[in-house]
């Protein structure tokens, strides 16, 4: 009888997928310590005048964002490979393709306000469904085994990331020195339902003049069922490219949240959702506190 022959390939395959899931967990686990700090301190380095920052917390809406704005602004069809080379986050910015006026770039960033941020579009989306999703998300890349009841706790208590709490996220931003001209507040809820206002007042906001038409068919090129099989075609990071691309849904937490996880959520970003304009669902919405801050 012959030997069985393995196929070298197919080990090589195997250890390098191996090497790659330790080295993301152990990024993932030295992104929520204190040796984060100086390695932002390099990365927020050498931005330009014109430089503009898409900011929001994690799961929040800015991945479909991107892919609609880099068509917008560049005329050319969006790609998983091009738009993240191309409108590319803080630790590649060096990269990024002057799209803006005066060779402006457009910067993702996911940190809380920081004084290099000079002209900010601030994406935000309801606490209940962002924490719903980057429980999905955390899960799906094994840095989460515990239920949602474990991760909502973590959650309110800003354990789960390297960006701090929802709540102290938003706040940063909203009560930042740009409030007012250098900072625009973009709803996901609010893009998601009216895509073609909403993306109309993003390129107000950045200078940009472009026909009606150019808005609307990258909307239409970028709907979610079409995301999908971009993100499929790319080469670029495979460990996360099935989740990248979700539902984007509104609201998708009023079948999902247990009374119990509401309860807690809500009454840990209550005050900064009633100040966005979400109603909250529990008896907390009751809580003259509350009702306070929504004024």
């Known amino acids: 009888m012959e030997p069985v022959r393995v196929n070298g390939n197919q080990n090589n395959g195997s250890r390098k997928r191996g090497v790659e899931y330790v080295y993301r967990r152990l990024r993932n686990a030295l992104s929520k310590t204190s040796l984060r700090v100086p390695l932002m301190w390099f990365y927020h380095r050498n931005f330009q005048s014109g430089d503009v920052f898409l900011a929001c917390y994690p799961r929040s809406g800015s991945t479909?964002?991107?892919?609609?704005?880099?068509?917008?602004?560049?005329?050319?069809?969006?790609?998983?490979?091009?738009?993240?080379?191309?409108?590319?986050?803080?630790?590649?910015?060096?990269?990024?393709?002057?799209?803006?006026?005066?060779?402006?770039?457009l910067i993702g960033t996911h940190e809380p306000f920081r004084r290099e941020y000079r002209r900010v579009i601030y994406m935000v989306r309801d606490a209940r469904d962002v924490m719903l999703s980057e429980h999905a998300f955390l899960k799906a890349l094994d840095y989460y085994s515990e239920d949602l009841d474990s991760f909502a706790q973590s959650f309110v208590r800003g354990n789960v990331n390297g960006f701090g709490s929802w709540q102290e996220h938003v706040t940063s931003f909203l009560d930042s020195p740009l409030a007012g001209d250098?900072?625009?507040?973009?709803?996901?809820?609010?893009?998601?339902?009216?895509?073609?206002?909403?993306?109309?007042?993003?390129?107000?906001?950045?200078?940009?003049?472009?026909?009606?038409?150019?808005?609307?068919?990258?909307?239409?090129?970028?709907?979610?069922?079409?995301?999908?099989?971009?993100?499929?075609?790319?080469?670029?990071?495979?460990?996360?490219?099935?989740?990248?691309?979700?539902?984007?849904?509104?609201?998708?937490?009023?079948?999902?949240?247990?009374?119990?996880?509401?309860?807690?959520?809500?009454?840990?970003?209550?005050?900064?959702?009633?100040?966005?304009?979400?109603?909250?669902?529990?008896?907390?919405?009751?809580?003259?506190?509350?009702?306070?801050?929504?004024?």
């Open 182 to 295: 250098d900072l625009l507040v973009v709803q996901f809820k609010e893009l998601r339902q009216d895509p073609e206002i909403g993306f109309s007042r993003i390129l107000d906001f950045l200078k940009v003049k472009v026909d009606r038409e150019v808005v609307r068919r990258a909307i239409a090129n970028n709907a979610l069922e079409k995301m999908q099989p971009k993100v499929d075609g790319s080469n670029r990071m495979p460990w996360r490219k099935d989740r990248v691309v979700r539902s984007g849904s509104v609201e998708g937490w009023r079948s999902k949240l247990s009374p119990s996880q509401l309860e807690l959520i809500e009454r840990h970003c209550g005050e900064v959702m009633l100040r966005l304009g979400y109603p909250l669902s529990t008896d907390s919405v009751e809580d003259s506190d509350l009702q306070s801050a929504a004024h």
């Open 64 to 105: 479909w964002a991107r892919f609609v704005l880099y068509e917008i602004l560049t005329g050319q069809e969006s790609t998983f490979d091009a738009v993240n080379r191309e409108l590319n986050g803080i630790k590649q910015h060096k990269l990024c393709r002057p799209v803006l006026p005066q060779g402006g770039r």
